[in-house]
């Protein structure tokens, strides 16, 4: 008997749960009849989505599904944009949840760095540090020019000899 011809031999699609599949034809189904627009998959059902269709190379699909799960307010936050982007090749979302990571200031959390893996969290944690270093400086370079050009007395003398305050 042919595979896919009855239930008791049916077609197994391997890594792939039946959840994962209803969502795929469910987002077929509202492209063909026009309601792409006004899809009712939640954002964890579009990351089924976008696991198949990358899967199965449907870019047209694929393409939608990013964007319905790139909504600047919508639930990915910067962390599991970085793993899904890893995950399914989506390029365009690296960066930017990278530099969302450096550039906060709350610290990466133990979740965030199991989501974007260990070496992947060194490295972020190395950038901040970086960039924490940088903004220091930045920091002390301003007040020390803020000090120079407000506290210099009458005869332009100036207060350099106080520079030992902003190492």
Known sequence: MVEGQSDKNPVILQ???KTEFECLLR????RQHGTQKKSKLAHNQWISVLKLSTMWDFNNLRN??????DVP?????????FA???????KKWL????????RRS???SVEEGRCIGFENALKLAAVREKLAAIREEVRATKVMDWVQRNYTDHRHRSISHCRWLFP
């Open 15 to 17: 890594g792939v749960s």
């Open 95 to 102: 960066l930017p949840a990278l530099i969302a990571l450096a």
């Open 84 to 90: 899904l982007a890893s995950k399914y090749e989506t």
């Open 27 to 30: 987002a077929l189904m509202d």
């Open 106 to 108: 709350e610290p990466i």
């Open 64 to 69: 939608v599904a990013i964007q319905h799960l």
């Open 73 to 81: 307010s919508g639930p990915l936050g910067p962390a599991d944009k």
